[in-house]
């Protein structure tokens, strides 16, 4: 406990206060206050990640698989074992256990350099494969692959040389039909808002199948300046089994599409569907195909948030990327973000922390600062119990 006041002015009392219990009660009210408005910062981001996995619960769980959880496991710990520290340390700043509070910061200290070099481990890992927020989000194939158990699959096929073999439009057209026809239609006539048309593309038919290849390999997000609806072109149609074996298929029916098109009167460039009638595919065909999920039997959306319904096994190998996956990493990067801010701060306060405790500032009748900053970093390894299931361990 502080002393009272007992004639002689203790030399931490400032001159505003009668007593250090007084001054140390009103610290304390200080620091509550200011933690206070650190959790409205901290909510109004929670508020945020709660708002898009309500609506887009898709995007969280397919992209939650790309974080590394046993990385943030650890930091889990570290954090844990530094409140430990660090409410030790105010216990021996309270006793005048001077080298305890010393070692016990320095512990705390230790813990926030551990935690912050694992996030840079992680934080270097999505800037090498492209796993970032934004338009600055353009994920590596080979690490998507890797992660969703398809590297073995993708290693397999890769294409040497810059050679294309020719692809088979038989084997095409069921690949098409699983995955392009969603957004394309059934004869590559495009849909409104959805995808454009591929029978009189200029764009096909201006590239070659190799350039076709890289395009689908990596796709095209909407804000750039060759796009002509300004929508996602995810990589792969959105759909990471469609390996580099198998995309030659789908180009090949693409081709085959195009040249039906021209041959019945259609124009490259101008769909003249209303005028020229083509019907290079029976849509009863479309039920033929097993693997083709109709949309007429499409569960209807969860009660209570408009998100999506996912079905209760959810395999993110079996399942196409989701549009927006941006999204989730804009969220993560945030938070994240804002929380290592806060972790270093509390780093700059423990430096300070152990370097007055060195000199012997602290002791039965002075431990305010102690106190207060172990407040300050209880808060932020709080924070991280929230982030780290809400992030990395996602249904």
């Known amino acids: 406990m502080h002393e009272q006041d007992s004639g002689a002015h203790p030399a931490h009392l400032q001159h505003h206060f ?59 710990v570290i954090l844990l074992t530094s409140s430990l520290t660090m409410a030790w340390a105010v216990r021996c700043s309270q006793l005048g256990q001077r080298t305890g509070l010393v070692l016990l910061l320095s512990l705390t200290l230790l813990g926030g350099f551990g935690f912050l070099g694992i996030k840079y481990v992680e934080y270097t890992s999505k800037w090498k494969h492209g796993l970032l927020w934004g338009k600055n989000y353009n994920p590596d194939e080979h690490y998507i692959a890797e992660h969703f158990g398809l590297a073995d699959a993708l290693a397999d096929h890769e294409i040497e040389g810059g050679a294309l073999d020719p692809g ?69 149609g959105g759909n990471p089994t469609l390996t580099n074996e198998k995309l030659p298929h789908v180009i090949a029916y693409v081709r085959e599409l195009q040249n039906a098109w021209v041959a019945a ?78 972790v270093l701060a509390g780093m700059g306060l423990l430096t300070w922390l152990l370097v007055r405790a060195t000199k012997g500032h602290f002791g039965p009748s002075y431990f305010t600062p102690v106190d207060l900053g172990g ?21």
């Not at 009660?25 to 933690?35: E, H, I, T, V, Y």
């Not at 932020?380 to 990395?392: A, Q, R």
Request: hydrophobic share 45%; with cysteine; glycine share 10%.
């Open 18 to 76: 009668d007593t250090p219990v007084q001054q140390f009660d009103s610290a304390k009210l200080g620091m509550w206050l200011f933690l206070g408005t650190e959790i409205l910062l901290f909510g109004g981001l929670f508020c945020v990640y709660a708002v898009y996995r309500g609506n887009h619960p898709e995007i969280f769980v397919w992209s939650h698989h790309l974080l590394d959880t046993n990385l943030g496991a650890i930091n889990t």
């Open 265 to 342: 009167g259609g124009t490259i460039g101008v769909d003249e569907g209303a005028e020229v009638a083509v019907e290079v595919v029976d849509a009863g065909a479309v039920e033929d195909q097993p693997f083709l999920i109709q949309r007429s039997v499409i569960p209807p959306a969860a009660a209570g948030p408009a998100g999506r319904a996912l079905p209760e096994a959810f395999e993110p190998a079996a399942q196409p990327e989701p549009q927006n996956v941006q999204i989730f990493f804009s969220i993560y990067f945030l938070m994240t973000g804002l929380h290592g801010l806060h």
């Open 375 to 395: 407040l300050y970093w209880h808060l932020v390894d709080l924070i991280w119990i929230f982030l780290f299931p809400l992030l990395y361990l996602i249904h």
């Open 168 to 236: 088979d439009p038989e084997k095409g057209k069921p690949l098409f039909l699983g995955t392009c026809y969603s957004c394309h239609g059934v004869s590559g006539e495009g849909i409104v808002r959805q995808g454009a048309s591929l029978r009189d593309s200029q764009f096909v038919a201006d590239h070659t199948d190799e350039e076709l290849l890289t395009f689908l390999q990596v796709g095209r997000q909407p804000f750039d300046p060759e796009s002509t609806m300004k929508i996602l072109m995810p990589p792969r």
